[in-house]
């Protein structure tokens, strides 16, 4: 299992993954009118009011977006677990593929309203929390071509038997 190198990428997306729980920032505005910070985190929404170089929390908007990160790892763990049967291994893989896909894409159309809903006087930015998402979505489709690849492999050896 260790050799193979969907191992890696499969690895690393979880690892990618699991720093979305350390509160990393998604999205970020800062409205200079009112001289408020809105962070946008998977755990939900954070406002600061700035005042004296000082940041004061303001208000608290929870968002469970943290159990499709929870989701997302166990299932590339379980991906990653299944090496013995690669028709199993290859449809996980597929569909940790095409969710991520969908999460990346929700998360650009959910960004674009957010920046369009946002105060004038704002300046809005992404996070590093943006583009790691991002990064796990090519990691997830070298591991699920890592595991094709070793499926067309085993389909050839069965067919020299």
């Known amino acids: 299992m260790l050799q193979r190198i969907q191992t890696l990428y499969f690895a690393l997306s979880i690892a990618l993954w699991g720093t979305f729980f350390t509160g990393v920032s998604l999205l970020s505005f800062e409205n200079t009118s009112s001289k408020t910070v809105e962070n946008v985190s998977v755990f939900g929404r954070k406002i600061f009011q700035m005042a004296d170089g000082k940041e004061t ?21 379980l991906t990653l677990m299944r090496y013995k049967s690669p028709r199993k291994q290859l449809g996980l893989a597929r569909f940790t593929l ?61 067919r020299l038997r």
Do not use: H
């Open 57 to 77: 929390l303001l208000k608290v908007e929870n968002q469970p977006i943290f159990i499709l990160c929870g989701l997302m790892i166990v299932l590339l763990f």
């Open 98 to 158: 095409l969710l991520n896909t969908f999460l990346v894409f929700a998360l650009v159309v959910w960004s674009t309203y957010l920046f369009s809903n946002a105060p004038k006087g704002s300046s809005n930015s992404v996070g590093l929390g943006y583009y790691l998402l991002c990064v796990t979505l090519p990691l997830s489709y070298f591991g699920y071509r890592g595991v094709l690849r070793d499926k067309m492999l085993l389909d050839s050896v069965d």
